[in-house]
């Protein structure tokens, strides 16, 4: 079983345990005045939830398994020209919000509204006020540029890499 198909289980497994919690909520309980939808309506709940704990169980095994996948399964990505290997749960993380944390980091070297110009001093003499970067501004957008195109490139791979890696169980 590949990663992604897993994902689709688990997802559509999640779907059949709601539909199992409505049916047990609407069939649990009745007036002495109502007819029981079921010939043995009290086996019917007993299995019903069976099932439920039977298909949360299967959801934890392919959680689990996806998880040791992600864990396990190095990736290259290429990032700002270099060939970076993470495992498939780091680069989870960086598309989580990690990307984004650097991100702001980056976007926070500004001029901070700075204009360079000629001022009066208090006693009336010219001063020239410049703009003193501590930071290279090629770099800073190069970083911007790399940290806001990161989680469509993670993305991308991670499309890629769910589609044809295996699970490991």
Known sequence: MKIIEAMKQAKDLLR??????????????????ETPAYPDQKAQISE?????????KEILRLRTAIQRTNISTPVTIELGGKQVTKSIAEWIQRRKDLA?????????????GIKEG???????TPIDIKVIRYYD????????DLFSSEP????????IVNAVTDLIE
């Open 48 to 56: 019903w939830l069976q099932a439920h704990s039977d298909v949360v």
């Open 152 to 159: 469509a490139l993670i993305d991308g791979k991670l499309e």
């Open 118 to 124: 000629t001022t009066q001093g208090p006693s009336g």
């Open 100 to 112: 984004s944390f650097e991100l702001k980091a980056w976007n926070s070297l500004n001029d901070r």
């Open 16 to 33: 059949k345990a709601d539909d199992l919690v409505e049916k047990i909520k609407k069939n649990c309980v009745l007036t002495s005045v």
């Open 137 to 144: 501004p090629k770099v800073r957008d190069e970083k911007l």
